[in-house]
């Protein structure tokens, strides 16, 4: 085999299958704040992410690089597509789920539950039932740089809702800071970044793994799966072989179903976020604190959201 770019580092044989000896990192942007919640919408050949303390949503296409989707965001984080392509986005600022219409117009989907105010929604996946989980930490709160501070109402939960309906409940309550999470490839398993309680000096950092119910809307288990390091995870995407590619200190790390790590994508800055897109779903973009960066690889998104 030919010898692998600089910034793929193996440990598993088994990660030699999944990247490209002559595939190289590249940086596409920078000069960000802090950006988040990269979404591949392939109809567009466009990425869509957040730069959350900017509060703006940008874009970038192969053909006119980086544009502004969004002059105000209401400091979107993470973000995501329905079954119909429509743009699901958190809001730390206004503390609630949208949804952007197909005709331009916003709709505000939920901003309570269990009777009180959300915290601040971080990162959000759809389900193939068109099911909405979200995790609701209280990080968007706790400070002026990434929406403005404000009080918690309520413990950080993780939610499913139901859009026809607009019925949400908690799915998981036992989360200090529920982060990124992303389905399996079948949605028999959930994988949810637990990134720990702010503030407190060793805090619970870990990636959970939960098995969906027959019921397709509860979860089970949620025990420990993998702990990033260095760093902690933050979001993450899974290939098709249910391989998970997770955000860390050093870059990307790709996890294989039963948690050995097989390798990582060294990068410059740490990486908080990823999304697969392109024309085969099979590139990586990479929200790596103020750069956007990308690298080609030899495996597919399982969904290209």
């Not at 950092?205 to 019921?215: G, P, S």
Request: proline fraction near 6%; charged fraction near 20%; charge should be negative.
């Amino acid at each position: 085999m030919a010898p692998l770019p600089a910034c793929i580092e193996v440990h598993d044989p088994r990660f030699e299958a999944l990247v490209l000896f002559n595939a190289e990192l590249e940086l596409l942007a920078e000069g960000f704040r802090w950006l988040e919640g990269p979404v591949w919408f392939g109809d567009h050949a466009c990425l869509l992410f957040s730069d959350i303390p900017s509060s703006r949503t940008l874009r970038w296409s192969e053909q006119h690089g980086i544009t502004v989707f969004r002059h105000d965001s209401n400091f979107a984080n993470g973000q995501t597509r329905d079954r119909q392509g429509r743009l699901i986005s958190c809001h730390h600022r206004s503390r609630c789920l949208s949804r952007l219409e197909h005709d331009g117009s916003v709709t505000t989907l939920v901003s309570q539950a269990r009777g009180h105010r959300l915290n601040a929604p971080n990162d959000v996946v759809v389900k193939r039932d068109g099911s909405i989980w979200f995790s609701d930490p209280l990080y968007g709160l706790l400070n002026d740089y990434e929406g403005g501070r404000q009080p918690s109402e309520q413990p950080p939960a993780l939610y499913r809702l139901d859009p026809a309906s607009g019925a949400i409940e908690a799915v998981a309550t036992d989360f200090d800071g529920p982060n990124g999470l992303a389905f399996s490839p079948d949605e028999s398993l959930l994988y949810v970044a637990e990134s720990g309680a702010p503030g407190v000096a060793e805090p619970r950092q870990c990636i959970r793994r939960f098995q969906v119910n027959a019921d397709g809307r509860s979860l089970s288990g949620g025990e420990e799966f993998h702990r990033i390091s260095p760093g902690w995870a933050d979001g993450f995407r899974v290939d098709e072989h249910g391989n998970l590619w997770c955000g860390a200190a050093d870059g990307v790390h790709c996890l294989a179903p039963d948690g050995t790590l097989l390798g990582k994508v060294l990068v410059p800055r740490r990486v908080s976020n990823l999304c697969f897109g392109d024309r085969f779903c099979s590139r990586l973009f990479l929200c790596a604190s103020t750069a956007l960066y990308t690298l080609f690889t030899n495996t597919r998104g399982a969904t290209s959201r």
